[in-house]
């Protein structure tokens, strides 16, 4: 399957779809003064001519009842997502409270990681015993999927997953915008035939007007533009359906998922099992699947479930039973306690790898071949990133024989992982922080015993010697928080708390970043922060923070008011002498902002290079 071919020409078809939409609304104010032209000759063929700007007044009202019941849908619509969700009988899962709803939100924050999204709002169906699910809001911001609750008792974590990669894409690719702004446009062309049914209804005596005449003009040309409407709207949906499915093959890097998912919903619609909701029909468009209105044909808001499944397997696949699964509690995997020491300055910890682990490999580390190898992520197995991810850990400055040891423990021989060392050695020094995050983008698609084994590979490598460095341990909570796929409802829950409420946490956290500093220099950019935050500085000590203490500091910093947390990153940033930040610093600045949940500032920003785009094979 091509998924770049097969992206662009869905993207191409589907602006072709929405031309098509903006004609529909001209043809039914044609229509509309085609209509109203017959009838008034109907009625008063003696006149002759038209009066003055009837058409024109014609147009006017048209275009006022298409686009004005388009903007009150759209007002309707308002809250986003999470309207649509409640319109057909969603409930919001804020804590979950079953071991489905928890595997349904970890999937989720997943798949956020991957895509490079915020994590959507979550609800589910609870009364839905088919396999479903949706996307809908304005903007990503408020965007929301919803699950019906067959699917969180039918489908494997993989299949779940992979149904949730399909409603990412839809945030990520705006289809979410364009459905709901479709329910507008739908919604304006019924107006037209609404106003005409109701001209045409009889009055208390049960005796109709002239205006009876007008009105079935009116319904006739109404009639007209929802049907077309209702055919560009299916059509744009088959579109956006053949990209989503790619994209969920893409991001779940294996078609098993979303395909195997579909194959139990084709069982379920052999049996004429479908959504229940009196709205279902309003939200046909925006399912994973439907067959609400018709099951085929022009009208059908979804391909049908065979041509999509041969679109992701390039062949035809029988159903699958949907029987009900045993729920399995997926917890998060805990990092075990690190044991910190301060490194010897000198290093660049994630910066570089040991030349001493590199020792016999033939490739030159500058070979554009072995970067190739990181530019089709779609290509590795999960052994093989898992190998990517920690080669990103193996430093220069260790004992050459615990690190080697360690790393041919953990990813073995083999030329592959030899070939990735290279690749992730022959990363520009600007690149190589990004390009880590990439990676455990990547792995949070994993399974969780896969990111269980990652993460404890992780700390064996860098504890191989015995010693942690700051850098290396920003960058262990990074791979924690990024692949233990925890959500923390708790820490929701917690109030905000102002710069000067946790400034001993962020005296903390800037003394240990100032170890990456030259000795000389690190007490006055630690000094210099302290005082542009208007925090007094914390007495002198020569050691840098125990692990606990830093791990309290950055969960009390993570929950500064997120108006007021971009200070906190200028500050760091902005105190360190222009053009002369150290790479180390500036991966481990990244890091920070990523672990409390702040935007980098532009000086930060400025530091690393922007990642070429990975390819598809």
Known sequence: MRFRQQQEQARTATGGLLALFALTVLFTVVGVNLALALAWRLQLGWVAGYPLGFFQVNTAVTLGFVLGGAWLESVRLREGGAHVATLIGGREVTRPGSPGERRLRNVVDEMAIATGLKSPRVFVLDREQAINALAAGWEPQDSVIAVTRGALDRLTRAQLQGVVAHEFAHILNGDTRLNMRLIGMVFGLQMVFNLGRTMMEP????????????????????SIGWLAGRLLKAGVSRQREYLADAYAVQFTREPTGIGDALRKIDTQLRRGERLQHVNAEVVSHLLLSSDTLLKAGALATHPSIAERLRHIFGHSMDPLPDDVLTQVEDKPQELPPLDFQVMPLGGTGLAALSEAVLAGASA??????????????SLLSPAQLQAAVLACFLPPDRPAEAETAAWRRIAGNAARSQQLLQAVRALPPRQRQPWFERLLGCAAALTPAQRSELMANALNLVQADGRLSPQEYLSAQVLHRLLRASTQPDAVAQPRLAIADVGPAIASLTRTLASLLPAADGPRWAQAVLQSLGLQPPPQRSSVPAVSELNEAIARVARVDRMHSPALAKAWSGALPAGAAPQAMADALRCLCLLIDTPLPPPLEACFDPLPEVRDG
């Open 203 to 222: 009055d208390d005596h049960g005796r109709r007007g002239p205006a009876a005449l007008i009105g079935l003009a009116l319904v006739a040309a109404g």
């Open 364 to 377: 030159d580390p500058d070979d554009s071949s072995a970067q190739e190898i990181l530019l089709r992520l």
